[in-house]
């Protein structure tokens, strides 16, 4: 090392829950954990457009918690940037973000050509924040490693990503530097998932970075939610409703599916027709075919759930699909109604009173979803307002995120005292609330860090 401190920036999650870019500067060697995109709140978005403050060409390597889009989304902006390095994942983590990505792309492209046919963009021309090219030259940076084995990245500095639950091929990363341990928690998932196994714990964390999604907040058991669910669909088909799940294709869609699945399968909802519109959600369903050590369905479980579902994948037959009123079950993405074909759905059902609109994932602040549940009566889709006079129902327990208490237990396997930790990741009450509950169950002062601070480690 050229010198004895370690600089951190904190280039995204910090203050809010999305964007999340952590980069470690050793003074010799430039580590980015996390590539996301922001999302929410429109300063937020706009962010994605400006170049961050750090030079990007100096980045030597990004390593990968997870797949999604606020963990990935920011990567072909990075490589247009001038990134040159390696990108660091687990096998699904990788599979995923390629997945995310180019969907993501294909969505901007699509929604820029709308917005220019229909002259609804301020910017003329519209254009989408990276397109498939820009994907197609970042894959080439993607390495796979494998879970729980040390690797060694540059002299003295080695990683080692922990399986975290959440969803597949998700982890958190500990980074020994010079015999300095660096944890980055990622998002933590459940104790109890009806689909992943619990998170494994950190044993020892000098420096600590741990999410605070829902710090302050508690989870019903994911089992208490199906009898909800089960009322949810017979009340909305028995007043001739259809139910909407905005839902991220990765893991929650499928989650929903073998809830679906099994309610049925069990004669407690009424045999209706059931629609994944999302061809990522159908790539995902492939890669858990693949990944048989990440969760814990069986090959023939998933065959014969996916025999009960229409998989949609042209956009041709979602623009057919969203003019049909017979009651049916709907998951599309996305999961907070930032972009991706559920808009479609709503831009012609949201003024159905009979039909309902379910979340079952974290809402970020700014996101239509958020406003939804707020009690906003109008949704702007495609540039045009639309009344929403849909039910909109929420049920936590279906979070694929840690709440308080798991986040709580996830630290408590951590031996020594940690000599700094920040918490990430959360909205402002979220993360005071986390920050709390460390100091009156650990002892330990934790620190909630800005957006583009910058913090030095000795």
């Known amino acids: ?62 390593l990968l918690t997870h797949g999604h889009m606020d963990h990935t989304g920011y990567l072909p902006r990075l490589v247009k940037q001038g990134f040159k390095g390696p990108i660091y994942g687990t096998n699904p983590t990788l599979d995923i973000a390629k997945i995310i990505l180019n969907d993501s792309a294909k969505i901007q492209e699509q929604e820029a050509e709308r917005a220019n046919k229909e002259g609804y963009s301020k910017h003329n021309p519209a254009e989408p924040l990276y397109d498939l090219k820009d994907v197609e030259k970042t894959i080439p940076h993607f390495k796979g490693i494998p879970q729980s084995q040390w690797i060694p990245l540059f002299d003295g500095i080695r990683a080692r990503f922990q399986y975290n639950g959440h969803i597949l091929g998700a982890t958190y ?42 710090g302050g907040r508690f989870h019903p058991d994911e089992v208490e939610a199906l009898p909800q669910i089960e009322k949810l669909v017979n009340d909305t088909v028995n007043r001739g409703g259809s139910l909407f799940i905005p839902s991220f294709s990765v893991e929650r869609a499928q989650l929903m599916m073998l809830i679906f699945w099994r309610l049925l399968k069990e004669n407690k909802i009424p045999k209706v027709q059931m629609i994944m519109d999302s061809p990522m959600g159908a790539n995902v369903l492939e890669l858990f075919h693949r990944t048989r050590d990440w969760h814990r369905l069986e090959d023939n479980e998933c065959d014969e759930m996916c025999s009960h579902f229409t998989v949609v994948s042209s956009y041709r037959e979602t623009m057919e699909l969203r003019t049909d009123n017979k009651p049916k079950i709907v998951i599309a993405g996305s999961g907070m109604l930032t972009g991706g074909r559920m808009l ?26 958020r406003k939804l549940l707020e009690g906003e009566k109008e949704l702007k889709v495609y540039g045009k307002w639309v ?36 918490i990430v990741h ?12 460390i100091k009156e169950t650990y002892g330990w002062d934790a620190e909630i860090p800005q957006l583009y601070t910058i913090e030095e480690i000795e």
């Open 173 to 214: 990363i500990e980074l020994d530097i010079h015999g300095k341990r660096f944890v980055f928690s990622g998002d933590i998932g459940r104790t109890n998932d009806l689909l992943l196994y619990q998170p494994l714990k950190p044993k020892k964390a000098d420096i600590l970075f741990i999410e605070s999604t829902y």
């Open 426 to 437: 959360g909205e402002k009450e979220s993360a005071e609330a986390l920050q709390k509950g």
């Open 344 to 369: 479609n759905y709503l831009e012609t059902q949201a003024q159905n009173p009979n039909n309902t609109l379910l979340f079952v994932g974290y809402q970020a602040e700014g996101t239509r979803g």
């Open 387 to 422: 009344p929403f006079k849909m039910q909109v129902v929420e049920i936590e327990g279906l979070s694929a995120h840690a709440d308080h208490a798991e986040l709580m237990d996830w630290m408590d396997k951590i031996k020594n005292k940690p000599e700094r930790i920040f």
């Open 1 to 62: 090392m050229k010198n004895n401190k370690i600089n951190i920036h904190f280039l995204g999650a910090a203050g809010t829950v999305t964007g999340s870019k952590y980069l470690v500067d050793t003074g010799d060697k430039k580590i980015l954990i996390d590539c996301g995109l922001f999302q929410g709140l429109k300063e937020l978005r706009l962010k994605n457009w400006e170049y961050p403050p750090v030079n990007v060409a100096d980045i030597d390597a990004v």
